[in-house]
């Protein structure tokens, strides 16, 4: 493997300018996911004044929000970040299945990376353990995964 050419990110965030973008609704559980793309975001070199954070309605307002975002060129990249817990009804795969689609257009389109921190759940309980519990915090793992995508494409 050491005559393979390997093309790899590194989890530095200095100088990087980010938006997060994140959901009102379910704010409860969302709250905790910027709190730990932020804590990630800092330990990893990026400067307090170089993020910035964008509240919408809901995460069917996502992808519009992230494509104006990614068009402005002012962001090396994004954070889409919310929580949709599943209800009684068919809303939910509607949402979640186009705020996904989404994204991954803008991100492909627009070329910049967006770290995906929509939570996608059956229960408040699952929210919970996404949010900082049980299973982490999904609000790190996107920022974690928009840090090494920008630096991989850096590297291209």
Known sequence: MEDIRTIA???KADALRVAIVATRFNDFIVDHLIGGALDCLVRHGASRENITIVRVPGAFELPLVCQKLAKSKQFDG???LGA???GATPHFDYVCSEASKGIAQI???QE???GFGLLT???IDQAIERAGSKAGNKGVEAALAMIETI???ENI
Do not use: E, F, N, S
């Open 9 to 11: 990110g590194q989890l």
């Open 78 to 80: 994004l954070l889409a």
């Open 84 to 86: 949709v817990i599943r």
């Open 107 to 109: 991100m492909l389109t």
């Open 112 to 114: 910049t990376p967006i």
């Open 121 to 123: 759940c059956d229960t």
């Open 151 to 153: 630096r991989v494409l």
